[in-house]
């Protein structure tokens, strides 16, 4: 009892040293820690928890948050078998994470990520934004009022840095004799509001554009490509400035032709995406998912002026460059087309890739490219509840999967650690046997001749070779969600475990027949 009150005591003294610290000083401190760890020190003094979970400090700490790169993976049939929505999260030295992203269902697909904020299209009526580190979870009701037209593509996410407010952006079509494919409104739903506001475009714009090019929003301004048959390559860039609803038209950077290469492909692509903070376009001539000849990159130098900087021409990207590419953190990140990911660093304005020093992130397999989107996230403390209020935000009830269509892929998942729970059991109960048998060894060869003692030594040596490095504990890390590569990689570890299992089990038996019979015959010379 009195060690307990010692302890409270302790404590007290502690939260008070604690409390006499200045505010600012405390949160100078907070400003350098993750957002993971600030979520554990709420509980340590009520002073800690009103600081961390105010919304302006949870602002402020963004400017120290490091960015990482997230790669999403939506669901879809692979082989007869059906994958959910997953994500790696590579970390500032590209590290990738090994437990899946807990706000992201099995069938969500990624609009956009702000401050570190989701922004997940649902097959539902619903649009879920989730925060990546405190799991916090809102449900928005889509404006449109039938599902059939509904395509995650025509959602964008973002914040206005004026008015400090996020928004969620929707290209619509409303009613008209418009061509399919096109839309003429954009829908912005601010987060707190209790409706969405329809904000009509100047002219009838493509919706393939946006769908297959690519949507980025930079300092509150929405840029993205649009159909311009006066232009050279038949595209503009448009813009639509959020705070003040506002169109502009800004034509393409000109394009260095001298890597065009005749006959292989009939189009130049180009992508519109951010690059530390700007809006970037990027192009290069491609075929059937691959890109050919070198990568040109442009900067918008400014929204008022509209002229854009070369930052980056990359040669030699054929024949092993897929067209999903991302430039973050001074490295272009790009598929081979043996489906696995690479990485090289941008050693200047202009360079050659060299393949032998590309660094290999990881295998895609069996998912492949289709459909992968990069996003730049932060772990962030933004929270969520100050907009729970409005009558359009609905708070989830949970997080877990209770689709009836993934229970096989759960079962698949339990399984998996059954058998990893299974194998463990077996390699403990082979250590007891282990040592069940040096004591009936010992005991039964003590008055042998020394050398049948040193030949069943040697054979209880051998065995004991094939169990001395199984596991005190249970090796399975699969009692949390794996993302799919650990997955994967667990599978081939238990898979190289069990066959490890297998041979030590033959091993053993061998060298318990050996050390029988060298006690059979020390028994016969007795």
């Known amino acids: 009892m009195a060690s307990k ?56 700490h963004l400017q120290h948050a490091p960015s990482c790169t997230l790669l999403f993976s939506p669901q879809g049939s692979i082989s007869g078998k059906l994958y959910p929505s997953d994500a790696i999260i590579f970390d500032e030295a590209w590290l990738p994470s090994k437990s899946a992203v807990p706000v992201i269902g099995p069938d969500d697909r990624i609009c956009g990520s702000c ?62 004799p418009l061509a399919v494919g096109r839309f003429n409104v954009i829908q ?39 159909e311009d048959m006066g232009s050279d390559w038949q595209h503009v860039v448009m ?59 442009w900067t918008l ?22 067209a999903l590419h991302f430039v973050h953190g001074g ?6 087309r043996d489906s696995n990911l690479y990485s090289y660093e941008l050693l200047g304005k202009n360079f050659e890739i060299e393949l032998s020093k590309m660094a290999k992130l990881l295998d895609l397999r069996p998912r492949g490219e289709d459909g992968m989107q990069f996003y730049v996230c932060v772990k962030s403390l933004v929270p969520l509840d100050v907009y729970a209020k409005a009558a359009i935000v609905h708070r989830p009830k949970h997080l877990e999967w209770k689709l009836k269509k993934w229970e096989a892929w759960e079962q698949d998942r339990l399984m998996q650690e059954d058998v990893w729970r299974t194998m463990h059991q077996i390699e403990h109960e082979l250590m007891v046997l282990k ?12 008055h042998f001749p020394d ?19 199984y596991p005190e504990q249970h090796p399975s890390p699969m009692l949390r969600r794996l993302n799919w590569v650990e997955t994967m990689q667990e599978r081939k570890k238990l898979a190289a475990r069990l066959e490890k299992l297998k041979v030590s089990y033959e091993a053993m038996g061998a060298s318990v027949d050996r050390a029988l019979s060298c006690v059979r015959a020390s028994d016969n010379l007795d």
């Open 435 to 446: 040592q069940r048998m040096i004591l009936e060894v010992k005991e039964k060869t003590q």
């Open 451 to 469: 050398e049948s003692q040193r030949r069943i030594n040697m054979e209880v040596d051998l065995i004991l070779q094939h169990m001395q490095d």
């Open 115 to 176: 401050n570190g904020l989701l922004c997940l299209h649902t097959p539902t009526s619903m649009i879920k934004i989730a925060n990546l580190a405190t799991g916090e979870c809102l449900h928005l009701k889509k404006p449109t009022r039938s599902l059939k037209d509904d395509h995650f593509s025509f959602y964008r996410f973002g914040f206005h840095p004026a008015t400090k407010e996020y928004m969620v952006i929707h290209f619509f079509q409303k009613s008209s």
């Open 301 to 322: 130098n400014g929204h008022a002026d509209q002229r854009w900087n070369q930052k980056y021409i990359i040669h030699h990207l054929s024949p092993f460059a897929r």
């Open 239 to 297: 813009s639509f400035d959020l705070g003040k609803e506002s169109f502009a038209r800004i034509q393409l950077p000109a394009v260095d032709l001298e890597d065009w290469t005749v006959g292989i492909g009939d189009d130049r692509h180009y992508w519109i995406m951010e690059i530390d903070g700007k809006v970037c376009v990027s192009t290069a001539q491609s075929l059937e998912g691959m890109l050919f000849g070198k990568l040109q990159i």
């Open 188 to 226: 912005v739903y601010t987060l707190g509001d209790e409706k969405w506001k329809d904000v009509v475009t100047p002219e009838s714009l493509s919706l393939n554009c946006v769908k297959n090019s690519g949507v980025a929003i930079v300092d509150g301004t929405m840029y993205w490509l649009a």
């Open 331 to 336: 490295k272009i990140v790009i598929q081979h």
């Open 5 to 60: 009150t010692t302890t409270r005591k302790q404590a007290g003294m502690e939260e008070s040293i604690i409390n006499c610290l200045p505010t600012e000083l405390i949160e100078h401190i907070f400003f350098s820690l993750p957002a993971s760890c600030l979520l554990q020190c709420t509980s340590v003094c009520k002073k800690w928890h009103k600081i961390i979970r105010d919304s302006q400090f949870a602002l402020a």
